[in-house]
């Protein structure tokens, strides 16, 4: 019997350490991160291009992106696509996409380009293939923008 009691009050102790282990869904974010991070992408959190204020019931939304080399004598327009189903359209303006946009998987929300950067804002709902597929339109946009 203290046995048991014994037992009882070291599982009650470590119970609370449970809280510290990741689930499920976030070991899987985590994998993903670390093979856009070793792939040559950044992460980061930021608003869907367009969207209002932000109310907080919002679902985070995660940017992937490439860093750009600067672009000195050649300024760089700040410009943003939204996904619809499998059509895009520009936020501020009627600007075509870029072609390498149109073979993003379906997880993918929105496209931008800033003057440091080119990415895809997504809710991670893939795998490292996704990644890998994420990087190479990236890439793609990348080479378009340079030549």
């Known amino acids: ?9 070291l599982l009650v102790a470590l119970a609370p350490l449970s809280h510290f282990v990741p689930s499920k869904r976030q070991r899987r974010q985590a994998q993903l991160r670390e093979a856009a991070a070793l ?13 209002g204020p932000d109310t907080g019931n919002d679902p985070p939304v995660i940017y992937y992106g490439l860093r750009l080399a600067p672009s000195p004598g050649r300024g760089r327009r700040r410009s943003a696509w939204l996904r619809q189903g499998d059509n895009w359209r520009g936020v501020a303006s009627r600007e075509v996409p870029p072609a390498p946009l149109q073979g993003c998987p379906p ?10 950067s080119c990415g895809i804002y ?3 709902d893939g795998d490292t293939a996704t990644v890998a597929v ?11 923008l340079d030549a």
């Open 39 to 51: 792939a040559g992408l950044f992460v980061e959190f930021r608003p869907l291009p367009g969207s």
């Open 134 to 144: 994420l990087r190479d339109i990236l890439q793609r946009w990348q080479l378009q």
């Open 122 to 124: 997504w809710r991670e």
């Open 107 to 116: 997880p993918v929300l929105a496209a931008s380009i800033d003057e440091a």
């Open 1 to 9: 019997m203290e046995y048991l009691l014994i037992a009882f009050i």
